[in-house]
Nanobody, 124 residues
């Protein structure tokens, strides 16, 4: 059984930075495409960033390009989301997720494994 556990959320002022971490166990980590999604109150869960296991190709939502960076270490079974120049509209619960596929996807339904989420609050 695949387990996903996020950490690193918190409260930060606008313009600040946070680094989210996600540990994945129970699967061959390097085979997984890993991604971050977020969900703000009253809104649907939305794609933030993804990284493939082979080739380490990355994709980002337009809203975070140039500010967020996704990375992974297959030896540590960990994926990170470095968030810089945070804005109040980045406030949401951030979820780590994975899919056993070679290609990334921006669709929630394409991902099989989800963590419980970590709250990120950006104050103005």
């Amino acid at each position: 059984q695949v387990q996903v556990a996020e950490s690193g959320g918190g409260v930060v002022q606008a313009g600040g930075s946070l680094r989210l971490s996600c540990a994945v166990s129970g699967s061959t980590f390097s085979w997984l495409v890993l991604a971050w999604f977020r969900q703000a109150p009253g809104k649907e869960r939305e794609f933030v960033a993804a990284i493939t296991g082979v080739g380490l190709n990355t994709d980002y939502a337009d809203a975070v390009k140039g500010r967020f960076t996704i990375s992974r270490d297959n030896a540590k079974n960990t994926v990170w989301l470095q968030m810089n120049t945070l804005k109040p509209e980045d406030t949401a619960v951030y979820y780590c997720t994975g899919r056993p596929n070679s290609r990334a996807s921006m669709a929630v339904a394409d991902y099989a494994y989800w963590g419980q989420g970590t709250q990120v609050t950006v104050s103005s």
